[in-house]
């Protein structure tokens, strides 16, 4: 299986696609009704739409899918982790956004094959964009294809990125590399989704995506949507791309060299730059 055939992923892509649809509905549902709380760090949230769009997707994915393992951000594994098949679900990217009504949040499914990211699916119920894309089938919005940005240069480009919940904790926050960059490109936005971020590059709406502190239900789609669009997905550094890392450099390509030279010149900011949290 770690050579998939090109039926078995486009019946995968068919079925998360079912699962990201469900579990969008259920969050379109509760919109605007439900309240959040913390799950232990500070600014982790979670809500009864989390859980239930999750129940929704698992109810699909297990129904075709019996045997494959499920890594899914509010219930954890299911099955064995070892498996080669791996579906990395989160059934509300963007909870904090969804708790205060921010309307920028998705439905962020991903299937890993041997480790890989092979199948996306990512549902924004908001504005009904659904993109979808597997290894050598590649990638679309609402059907149509899609491919990232021609963008040139760094100092041309729009980029995006997010800070861990443990920001508060570590000198790694990504605040020093915002700050940075921000005055490198066109702008530096933080949409508070990663899988929309990613979605962005792939689609051209963005050039280039940097952020550390990530799981594997965050990414497990996106990447696949990026590569499949044309764009490149590495480690910081340009080594090849490690989901257990949970730190990704996705750009449309022709800025990645340049952004990837700038990230790792960039220094912490000293601690007394930063209130302390009470």
Excluded at 173 to 195: I, K, M, P
């Amino acid at each position: 299986m770690s050579d998939p055939s090109t039926q078995f992923l486009q019946r995968a892509l068919e079925i998360a696609t079912e699962a990201a649809l469900a579990g969008g509905a259920i969050l379109q549902t509760y919109a605007g009704k439900v309240e959040a709380r913390e799950k232990g760090r500070p600014g982790d949230l979670v809500t009864v739409a989390d859980r239930a769009a999750e129940a929704a997707i698992l109810q699909v994915i297990q129904r075709h899918f019996p045997d494959h393992a499920i890594l899914a951000e509010e219930s954890g594994s299911q099955g064995t982790r070892s498996s080669e098949l791996l579906w990395a679900i989160d059934p509300l990217d963007g909870t904090t956004n969804y708790a205060h009504q921010y309307p920028f949040y998705a439905c962020s499914i991903g299937l890993l094959i041997a480790g890989v990211p092979q199948v996306g699916v990512i549902f924004d119920p908001n504005r009904g964009d659904l993109f979808r894309a597997a290894t050598g089938l590649g990638a679309t919005c609402n059907r149509q294809p899609i491919q990232v940005s021609p963008t040139p240069t760094l100092r041309q480009s729009l980029l995006v990125t997010g800070f861990a919940y443990d920001r508060w904790e570590t000198p790694d926050n990504n605040y020093a590399e915002f700050c940075a960059l921000t005055h490198l490109t066109q702008g530096v936005r933080r949409g508070g989704a990663a899988s929309i971020d990613l979605a962005y590059v792939a689609c051209g709406k963005l050039d280039g995506y940097w952020e550390r502190g990530l799981s594997p239900w965050d990414l497990a789609a996106g990447v696949v949507i990026v590569t499949e669009a044309g764009g490149t997905v590495t480690a910081y550094d340009q080594s090849p791309f490690a989901i257990e890392t949970g730190r990704i450099l996705a750009t449309n390509g022709a800025i990645h060299a340049e952004l990837s030279q700038e990230l790792l010149k960039i220094q912490p900011l000293p601690p007394d730059c930063l209130p302390r949290s009470s």
